[in-house]
């Protein structure tokens, strides 16, 4: 079951990166309302990858690398920078989609974002997202490249 878990895992992270990049693209073209659904359906499908993840972590479920020595140091670097960024990732999310929700409160709606009230949230939203692009897809590319690495050249722990 673990294992199950797992791909779903891995399939919701993707999807969740694909769906970022997706409302990149729709804010970039002035589309708020099209963003606006990819931010929450990217935000949702990586929430539910979240509690996959612990779950699996819960069951026991956990790969170690017993790939090529030569691969070992390169693997460990990107684990690493993976988790760290990982762990960084969700305040600064939160921070992103605080900062959204409340210009969006304080506007009422999407078409009066130019508001006073609502500008400085959309202000901080923008500085937020600044850094939380970039580190959701480097986690997310990287966690897919560490499973397809763990497919290859992982073993299951028991424990």
């Known amino acids: 079951m673990a294992a199950i878990i797992n791909q779903w895992a891995v399939i919701t992270i993707v999807l969740s990166g694909i769906a970022l990049s997706i409302g990149v693209v729709l804010i970039r073209r002035g589309n708020r309302e099209a963003h606006m659904r990819a931010m929450i359906v990217a935000s949702a499908l990586a929430t539910l990858f979240l509690v996959l993840y612990l779950t699996r972590l819960g069951l026991g479920y956990e790969k170690k690398y017993v790939g090529p020595d030569g691969w070992r140091g390169a693997y460990f670097a990107l684990l690493i920078s993976h ?9 600064l999310a939160l921070g992103a989609l605080w900062n959204a929700w409340k210009g969006l409160k304080s506007a009422g709606n999407l078409g009066n974002i130019a508001a006073p009230p609502a500008r400085t ?21 990287t966690g897919w490249i560490i499973y397809l690495v763990l497919g290859r050249y992982g073993e299951v722990v028991k424990g």
């Open 83 to 91: 988790i760290l960024l990982a762990a960084a990732n969700l305040p």
């Open 121 to 141: 949230y959309f202000d901080r939203h923008r500085a937020w997202v600044r850094w939380t692009v970039p580190v959701w897809l480097y986690v997310a590319v």
